[in-house]
């Protein structure tokens, strides 16, 4: 499966104050039955080690962000980490827990799931978190011609519901049902990349779409910049009460209208990211990875403006999803205890 999916690696050129460079060819760490067995390193001393990173759609936040991190643990330990495009957080999780994958990006809701063994996993899933990372805000778009103004009014549209096995896909059927549709029969739906599903707006196959990820999202920049008067964002925010009752993570956020250069703010849901490793991973290295990426939000921001949202306070809320071996100890001392 690893020759089916190789890494994609990349080279972050706004980080001017480290070489990114994502080398190596990646690779998965042993096994070890006991994860919190550091061999003869320190209790956050990284031991060497190739490591791949699952990350999301190449023009998401997912991946750009995850290139960045990968390339700065490459640059500052010996945990050469190399960042690979995915479908995202269903898709992420099955395959960094068969080994497929290291660490993984997902959606918390999703990263639940898979604790609980519910939706899309049939049984609880053996995954720990690193931390809570930034927030992916739910942007669900339409065409102005299209006569849709609400999630009620998608009956009988085109709409793109994300990749297969997408966290976007996730929350999309979550937000049809809410509204009272069947994804499966009330829509038409597309289970598209965003490049596909933003291209497939512009040229009118798709009457509207759902996204989730960080602010901004290139796609959607390019979307609102090239064509403004084409589309617009629809409010969500009526379905959060029943979003809440499958899961608590789920609240209501604003989309800054400066964010993509819109008349107005946009209300919408808003769920955590979070970056998991499989519940043996080693305990050095999850803390040395978690100190190293918690204390580098300048750096990180330097690559997308979500890097600045990793906060080690916040990074410890990844409830119901339990820290990992050695993160919890490297963000409470970098949260001041």
Known sequence: MRDQLRP???????LSVLALVLSGCGGRQERTSDPGAAGSAGACEPTAAQLTMATGNSTGVYYVLGGGMAGLISAETPIRTTAAETGASVQNIQQLVDGTYDIAFSLADTAADAVAGKSAFDQPQPIRALGRVHSNYTQVVARKDAGVDSIEDLRGKTVSTGSPKSGTEVIANRLLQAGGLDPAKDVKAQRLDLAKTVDGLKDGSI???????????PNLTDLFTSQPDLAAFIDVTPQLAKLQEINPVYAEGTIPAATYNLKSDVNTIVVPNVLLVRDDFPANNACAITKLLWSSQDKLGQVHPSGKE??????????PIELAAGSKEALTELAGG
């Open 8 to 14: 994609t690696t990349m080279i972050v050129a706004t």
């Open 207 to 217: 009457d509207a779409f759902f996204w989730s990820g960080g602010l901004p999202t």
């Open 310 to 319: 990793l906060d080690p306070k916040l990074g410890q809320e990844t409830a």
